[in-house]
Antibody, heavy 121, light 107 residues
Framework: EVHLLESGGGLVQPGGSLRVSCAAS????????MKWVRQSPGKGLEWVSA????????YYADSVRGRFTISRDSSNNTLYLQMNSLRVEDTAKYFC??????????????WGQGTVVTVSS | DIQMTQSPSSLSASVGDRVTISCRAS??????LAWYQQKPGKDPKLLIH???SLQSGVPSRFSGSGSGTDFTLTISSLQPEDVATYYC?????????FGQGTKLEIK
């Protein structure tokens, strides 16, 4: 059974940094693309970043490019999102999701429960 | 970037009704479209991918259609457990943009 568990969320001041993680199990982690999606309180879903399953190519939304870095560690089946220069508008629940395939451009068939990041002074 | 627009933003229907939700892309995306269901406080669930392929385990009352720029999610007979917000998402290229969501309630 596929299981995704996010962690690392919390309260951070504007301009600060935070790293969120997603522990994956139940599938061959290195063979699939993985994504981060966020949802601000009471709002819709926003695609944030993706990393492919073949060559670990990375992709970012314009709103986070240059500030966020996605990475994966296939030795311990964990996905990361390093978030720097955080802004108030980055406040959201961050979900990790598994792709249907190795491609970063594919649907998401499993999601974690999310971890909440709050950026506030 | 390609924009995804859903309509309506919200709707109310009775149990047993046929419900349709529309999604329009600002440019053609072939059939690279998915539909997700998100119940309050829960993570989203994949319903449809490839515009019309039903994800394993999803009830057959859900169906998807369309190609190019216009897509539709149909619930053939609305059930109480279908109360949720529904999102379309394009994935032909990054960014894999979501629509703004359609909130479905029971009348």
């Amino acid at each position: 059974e596929v299981h995704l568990l996010e962690s690392g969320g919390g309260l951070v001041q504007p301009g600060g940094s935070l790293r969120v993680s997603c522990a994956a199990s139940g599938f061959t982690f290195g063979s699939y693309a993985m994504k981060w999606v966020r949802q601000s309180p009471g709002k819709g879903l926003e695609w944030v970043s993706a990393i492919s399953g073949r060559d670990s190519s990375t992709y970012y939304a314009d709103s986070v490019r240059g500030r966020f870095t996605i990475s994966r560690d296939s030795s311990n089946n964990t996905l990361y999102l390093q978030m720097n220069s955080l802004r108030v508008e980055d406040t959201a629940k961050y979900f990790c999701a598994k792709s249907l395939s190795w491609a970063a451009t594919d649907g998401f068939d499993f999601w974690g429960q999310g971890t909440v990041v709050t950026v506030s002074s | 970037d390609i924009q995804m627009t859903q309509s309506p933003s919200s709707l109310s229907a009775s149990v047993g009704d046929r419900v349709t939700i529309s999604c329009r892309a600002s440019q053609g995306i072939n059939n690279y479209l998915a539909w997700y269901q998100q119940k309050p406080g829960k993570d989203p669930k994949l319903l449809i991918h490839g515009a019309s392929s039903l994800q394993s385990g999803v009830p057959s009352r859900f169906s998807g259609s369309g190609s190019g720029t216009d897509f539709t999610l149909t619930i053939s007979s609305l059930q109480p457990e279908d109360v949720a917000t529904y999102y379309c998402q394009k994935y032909n290229s990054v960014p894999c943009t979501f629509g703004q969501g359609t909130k479905l309630e029971i009348k």
